[in-house]
């Protein structure tokens, strides 16, 4: 499975971006994609994850961005988008996209990523 992402850039604080992230390759066995981020000197962490399965649309938060952040999938385009709104100083990092087997915060439970796209939130 080969992923890349887009749409990252250069924000005020409490604009929007949206981030896509394009599969290809054998997407057939991948039952999770999903966006972590990581800024620099920090570890790489959660952001939200989606079952990419056509029957189900079970999505799970970070809860820094519940209620700001939407993940969304395009099954027939294999495309999964993250909709940032109300964007913070702290939002700023390099924002991967991933697919998995599970649905689990863990990013070492992911076994395919893109190469990142960097957000970055002026104050």
């Known amino acids: 499975v080969q992923l890349v992402e887009s749409g990252g850039g250069l924000v005020q604080a409490g604009g929007s971006l949206r981030l896509s992230c394009a599969a290809s390759g054998r997407t057939s066995r991948t039952y999770v994609m999903g966006w972590f981020r990581q800024a620099p000197g920090k570890e790489r962490e959660f952001v939200a994850a989606?079952?990419?399965?056509?029957?189900?649309?079970?999505?799970l938060y970070e809860d820094s961005v519940k209620g700001r952040f939407t993940i969304s999938k395009h099954n027939a385009q294999n495309t999964v988008y993250l909709q940032m709104n109300s964007l913070k100083p702290e939002d700023t990092a390099v924002y991967y996209c991933?697919?998995?087997?599970?649905?689990?915060?863990?990013?070492?439970?992911?076994?395919?990523w893109g190469q990142g796209t960097q957000v970055t939130v002026s104050s």
């Open positions: 989606i079952m990419w399965s056509w029957s189900s649309g079970r999505t």
């Open positions: 991933a697919a998995g087997p599970t649905m689990v915060v863990a990013s070492t439970s992911y076994d395919y």
